[in-house]
């Protein structure tokens, strides 16, 4: 035959790995991506744990000498810690039964029966996301304040009540849980009716073949495959509800009502006395660990599902009930949760911002009406600067994040076999601020850099930072996703062309992540404009942000500027939306 | 640097891969997907890389590509080492001067299909003369009106031109082609082929392919390696490999075979033949093999070098000759396969589409001792 005799090496060593250059371009980032998002993510909560040993009362760790456990025992012996605890595991729970059945049923009608106006009630569900949580709380007060609420007062008169108080108040735990219900009902929505899209309809036709009807179909076959999926839904909603500030804060705040994370913001900011950064940084940690096994166990419920999903990614066409005589009943729910969630709160949010002090709407009201606010409010120098932070805080953060996100994610799939366990890490370290409270991570953040030699404690980068280390985990989760979509020959063919690894990155993979990459710009840049609890912890007069802003205006009794401000904030988010789908509708026509 | 062996460097070979051994973390350890792989392509030459999925073929291309690093052994491209385990020589693949085709094209979709090709060329090379070089290749692949269109626009056939034409537009040395016909249709497939020969004879560019179609790699090679579980079993020219196999496991991939238990007997010294085999079917002589006389073996011989005989040709004793009952005729177009049944062994010959066996009929045949191969075991 015609094999060529090829010498044979005598003994050739197995080497399990080694790096034959010096190091590249690919390495070096490599290395300080990790150290960035170790640094970012670990540090603030090595920080915390310490000093919740450390810090006693009006101390901060590194003022004191002694290392002590009485944090904990104060938490868990003192009497008015235990109805935080109470009060976090009602509120949790109620927002829940309000939030996710009415979510469920959303997504079942929309995703599964043939309902009419299907695509004007799924988008206008989602509108209250444009909406920050805080103003949507604001907007509740006006409506249901037991004296002045807009309800109470007309129902006080529709059933010929005597007394000027309820029959409904806000500033109770059960308005709480209210409030936080329907907040949660756009994002769960979508949830559940991702999942429902998901599910293969043959398995329901497979059922109704064997001669089931609906509702058997519906019991013995739907739900359970739903099971998980819903389930992974109440974990993660867990989560959200305790880590929930804006609405807790607001309305527990006339009615002295504190769940954990706004305990944790009172504990530092005491209007009585001195901050208990002991108390604070205890409860943090529980509250992180709660969240940590939360969300442990929410991604093993959704580990399966990703993985299948990445498989499946077609779209199947999913059996749609006819409702028959029900298809009325079903469209006036639709159309009065739309009417009470999301067209109630937002009238009354532009009506209260054109008030000059809040009145509930009437013959004499209207006269008073007036966009005064509006053109008064720009001559306070702090509202010009907030909003100037504001945007400033969204472009960093967003870029910072997308930049982070980038790298972090291509590293994790496109990791090599030598640095597996270190690609690892990355995923495992990039997901973790997702299970720390906002609340928490800016207390770790005063942590760290009220004594830190990096000077940027009372600063704007501060906030950034936070943010940047909070939206991490959402937006890198979003880009790994993106980029295990993106063959992988695509970024080999440019290294074949000879182009170097930064070069790659640049031309090919970016531009072919740009779809996730704007998506994930708008959705942290939002988020960015209408946190809250970093921003509350972390600012000062300088960087006042809108969001902390309207804060302290509530609390000064200053409610019309709060809603005018309020205002503008939602009329940017939607901004940048409308104008992030335009631009990527556009984008997406042409090729 | 001291070169590993000095015979390795003078050879006039483009490419000289010596014993590669590459692993893969399995579920339970290493996975050996490449077991001491040697081999040298000349100038000019189409080498195949051919066997069944998960012999080794492509992680042997993306070896020599450098998007794989083996564990050992050494790749050479003209006169420099790209990779050398022993001396820790990694070159990577950006700086090896390759042209390749991946399997699925991998054309980028958010660039024209000038940019695409136009990409290998920004480094080094003067606009004016970029836009020369693209519109000059672009029009020798038939790609001239496409300069504009954005790649999910293109139909397959065309995207696999865009890949070739970015593949061969910075004038590589080598051409790694992987698969690259796998995902046509089976009409576009063929008419590639002679293309893609075509193209390859004018660049006279070395070209290492790699395919798990054996018609493919017969109708396109100067030579093809057989792989087999991370080896590399046989090189040699397509009618050699495909009429002369050297291995059972050669002849079986290759075609179709047909295996014959056999015993082997003697020599026939009479018909110049190389030795006498007994079989089930009867005696066969035939002239290659190995053998140990005495031991049990298997004949060999394809379904087409079957001669089918009129059952007037009587003479059913005899060697080389051997009868059965027709069992089933399948048709396929350009030729019928024929199934004879010889008490328990199943024959299978090829018929003339125009001279169709009936079902149920006896028949003679003949095998010539030149189709005949014995193989042990």
């Known amino acids: ?591 | 640097m001291v070169p590993a062996s000095f015979e390795f460097i003078a050879s006039l070979s483009v490419i000289g891969v010596r014993d590669l051994v590459k692993t893969f973390p399995g579920a339970r350890g290493e996975v050996r997907a490449l077991r001491g792989v040697s081999f040298e392509v000349e100038k000019g030459e189409l080498f195949t890389l051919l066997g069944p999925s998960g012999c080794g073929k492509t992680t042997t291309l993306r070896c020599v590509a450098g998007l794989e690093q083996p564990l050992s052994g050494e790749i050479r491209i003209n006169d420099r080492i790209v990779f050398n385990a022993a001396d820790r020589v990694f070159i990577p693949p950006e700086q090896r001067r390759i042209g390749m085709v991946f399997q699925s094209y991998a054309i980028w979709p958010h660039m024209t299909v000038y940019q695409n090709v136009a990409y290998p060329l920004t480094s080094d090379v003067s606009r004016k003369e970029i836009g020369g070089r693209v519109a000059a290749i672009l029009e020798r692949l038939g790609l001239g009106p496409l300069g504009d269109r954005l790649a999910p626009n293109l139909s397959g056939g065309q995207q696999q031109r865009v890949a070739l034409a970015r593949a061969l537009v910075a004038q590589p040395q080598v051409l790694l082609l992987d698969e690259p016909l796998s995902n046509l249709d089976a009409k576009l497939r063929e008419q590639m082929r002679f293309e893609l020969k075509a193209l390859q004879e004018s660049f006279k560019i070395t070209t290492v392919y790699v395919t798990h179609d054996q018609e493919e790699a017969l109708a396109l090679s100067d030579r093809i390696g057989l792989m087999h579980e991370g080896t590399l079993l046989e090189v040699g020219a397509p009618v050699e490999l495909y009429l002369r196999p050297a291995h059972k496991i050669t002849a079986d991939f290759l075609g179709n075979a047909n295996f014959i238990p056999a015993h082997v007997d003697g020599h026939e010294k009479q018909l110049g033949a190389e030795m006498l085999v007994a079989t089930p079917l009867g005696n066969f002589v035939a002239q290659r093999g190995e053998w140990q006389v005495g031991v049990p073996a298997q004949l060999f011989f394809r379904p087409e070098y079957v001669d089918l005989l009129d059952d007037a040709d009587g003479a059913v004793n005899g060697l080389n000759r051997g009868s059965g009952v027709v069992e089933r005729v399948s048709f396929l177009g350009n030729s019928a396969d024929v199934i004879i049944r010889c008490g328990e062994i199943a024959l299978h010959a090829r018929a003339h589409p125009a001279r169709l066996p009936a079902v149920g009929k006896r028949v003679c045949f003949h095998v010539a001792p030149s189709s005949c191969i014995v193989f042990a075991g």
Request: glycine share 6%; aromatic share 10%.
């Open chain 1, 1 to 591: 035959m015609n094999v060529t005799p090829v010498p044979i090496a005598k003994h050739v060593p197995l080497r399990r790995w080694f790096v034959a250059r010096k190091p590249s371009a690919r390495s070096l980032v490599f290395g300080l991506t990790l150290i960035t998002v170790s640094y970012l993510v670990l540090v603030p909560l090595l920080m915390l744990l310490y000093a919740s040993v450390k810090s006693t009362e009006d101390k901060l760790p590194f003022e004191s000498t002694v290392t002590t456990l009485s944090n904990y025992t104060a938490v868990f012996t003192s009497s008015s810690t235990l109805p935080i605890f109470l009060n976090t595991l009602f509120f949790t729970a109620g927002s829940l039964f309000i939030g996710l059945p009415l979510a469920i049923l959303l997504a079942w009608l929309l995703e599964r029966t043939v309902i009419p106006g299907r695509a004007w009630i799924a988008n206008l569900i989602l509108v209250p996301m444009t909406i920050p949580s805080l103003l949507s709380a604001i907007a509740w007060i006006q409506l249901l304040d037991p004296r002045i609420g807009l309800v109470n007062i007309v129902l006080r008169s529709a059933l010929g009540m005597t007394g000027d108080t309820g029959p409904f108040d806000i500033y109770s735990l059960y308005g709480m849980c209210f409030v936080q219900g329907l907040r949660l009902v756009p994002s769960a929505y979508l949830m559940i009716a991702a999942s429902f899209r998901a599910m293969d309809p043959s398995l329901e036709e497979q059922s109704a073949m064997a001669g089931r009807g609906v509702a058997q179909t519906t019991l013995r076959v739907t739900l359970p495959i739903m099971r998980p999926a819903l389930l992974a839904a109440l974990i993660y909603f867990i989560v959200v509800v305790i880590e929930s500030f804006d609405i807790p804060g607001l309305l527990g705040f006339t009615a002295r009502i504190r769940v954990l994370s706004t305990a944790i913001y009172w504990a530092t900011h005491s209007e009585v006395g001195l901050p208990d950064y002991g108390l604070a940084s205890a409860l943090g940690t529980i509250v992180l660990a709660a969240a940590l096994l939360l969300m442990w166990n929410y991604q093993r419920l959704t580990a399966h599902q990703e993985r299948f999903a990445t498989i499946t990614g077609k779209g199947y066409r999913p059996r749609q009930l006819s409702l028959g005589v029900w298809a009325v009943p079903a469209t006036v729910l639709c159309v009065f949760y739309i009417f009470v969630a999301v067209l109630l709160p937002f009238v009354m949010l532009l009506w209260t911002s054109v008030q000059p002090f809040y009145a509930a709407p009437s013959a004499e009201s209207l006269g008073r009406m007036s966009f005064e606010s509006y053109y008064k409010i720009w001559q306070e120098s702090s509202v010009v600067r907030a909003l100037w932070n504001t945007m400033v805080l969204a472009l960093v953060t967003s870029i910072a994040t997308i930049l982070l996100a980038v790298l972090v994610s291509w590293f994790v799939v496109r990791r090599r076999r030598q640095t597996d366990g270190l690609a690892h890490y990355l995923a495992t370290v990039s997901f973790l601020p997702q299970c720390v409270p906002s609340i928490v991570i800016g207390l770790a953040f005063i942590f760290v850099y009220v004594r830190f030699p990096v000077p940027i404690y009372g600063t704007l980068w501060i906030i950034a930072l936070a943010m940047t280390t909070r939206y991490l985990a959402f937006s890198s989760r979003t880009t790994t996703s993106a980029l295990m979509q993106v063959h992988g020959e695509l970024e080999e063919a440019s290294q074949m062309a000879g182009a170097p690894w930064t070069r790659t990155l640049r031309r090919v993979t970016m531009p072919l992540l740009a779809p996730a990459i704007i998506n994930v710009f708008l959705w942290v840049a939002v988020h960015a404009m209408q946190e809250l609890s970093m921003a509350l912890m972390l600012y000062n007069p300088d960087t006042v942000v809108v969001s902390t802003m309207i804060w302290s205006m509530w609390q000064n009794g200053r409610t019309a500027d709060a809603a005018v401000l309020g205002v503008l904030l939602t009329g940017l988010s939607a901004l940048l939306l409308v104008g992030g789908h335009v631009l990527w509708s556009r984008r997406h026509s042409n090729s």
